[in-house]
């Protein structure tokens, strides 16, 4: 944005704040305001730091003060000898709650490309929660699998998944770097296969699940795999599959960037008689 008009918004906006509090942070807010209504695009610079406080009548250090909340927010970068940026935000993604679809569907349907990164992965016994959801004796084996989910290179969520060890076999449809024959669980905690491919190929597909959906803030570590602030909005997703003969294969705890995602549902009145 041209600063010539940034100016008259960022002083229409703090005549209108009502909050009080420290300067900066009235400053910080009507930039973030700016940001999220879209008046500030993506890859626009601010002006820097003295030219904006002197365009104001602030004090340099109150402006440095609101720019370094919105750093610390994930809503602007700073680039080495170029100035601060407005940071990339995801546009929404739609995801109907009626369909039991892969990430990497979703993604390819929306022209996104998908990719993942595993953050952790172990093969062990279940916990209580666990084995309650899955169905199985604390004495059984689980593979989990804790991953990264990018779409366009940007994260998008954290997924984490838990399916008893005997659904996968020992079947070999993978190899290592070595070219060695991998074991289906282990391909899977490597991401040299997906989860959902490995248990339709053992003739475990999940073809419906129930899925309970819960509004959090994000902890530090969470906030910034998902490249977001810390106590951000965000949501988490609890799910159980089953196949079509009603099998739990899956149990999965997943939390979505809430910039970046609407969970949508169809609903129908039912008929009185």
């Keep these: 944005m041209d600063?010539?008009?940034?100016?008259?918004?960022?002083?229409?906006?703090?005549?209108?704040q009502t909050t009080g509090g420290p300067l900066y942070k009235q400053v910080a807010v009507v930039l973030t305001n700016l940001i999220e209504d879209g008046s500030l695009a993506a890859g626009s610079s601010l002006p820097p730091e003295r030219e904006l406080a002197q365009a104001l009548g602030l004090a340099r250090v109150t402006i440095r003060s609101a720019y370094q909340a919105l750093l610390e927010n994930r809503l602007v970068e700073r680039r080495h000898g170029s100035g601060t940026y407005i940071c990339e935000r995801p546009k929404?993604?739609?995801?109907?709650?009626?369909?039991?679809?892969?990430?990497?569907q979703d993604m390819i349907a929306r022209g996104k490309v998908p990719g993942v990164r595993i953050l952790s992965g172990d093969i062990g016994h279940p916990s209580p929660e666990e084995a309650f959801q899955l169905g199985i004796s604390m004495q059984d084996l689980v593979v989990r699998v804790e991953r990264l989910r990018l779409a366009d290179d940007m994260p998008m969520a954290i997924e984490r998944a838990v399916v008893p060890q005997r659904l996968l076999g020992?079947?070999?449809?993978a190899r290592?770097?070595?070219?060695?024959k991998t074991e289906l669980a282990q391909a899977v905690?490597?991401?040299?296969?997906?989860?959902?491919?490995?248990l339709e190929d053992q003739g475990y597909k999940p073809v419906r699940a129930l899925?309970?959906?819960?509004?959090?803030v994000l902890d530090p570590v969470n906030a910034r795999l998902?490249?977001?602030?810390?106590?951000?909005?965000?949501?988490?997703?609890?799910?159980?599959?089953?196949?079509?003969?009603d099998r739990i294969v899956e149990y999965t705890r997943s939390l979505y960037r809430g910039d970046a995602y609407d969970f949508i549902a169809e609903l129908k009145t039912g008929e009185v008689r």
């Design 3 to 16: 600063n010539t008009r940034l100016l008259p918004l960022l002083q229409r906006g703090l005549a209108a």
């Design 176 to 180: 290592d770097e070595a070219g060695q």
């Design 170 to 173: 020992t079947a070999t449809l």
């Design 226 to 245: 998902l490249g977001v602030a810390d106590k951000a909005a965000a949501l988490q997703m609890e799910r159980v599959s089953r196949t079509q003969t």
């Design 92 to 104: 929404k993604i739609s995801q109907p709650l009626w369909q039991l679809t892969s990430f990497s």
């Design 211 to 216: 899925q309970r959906l819960t509004a959090v």
């Design 189 to 198: 905690l490597s991401g040299a296969l997906s989860l959902y491919a490995a």
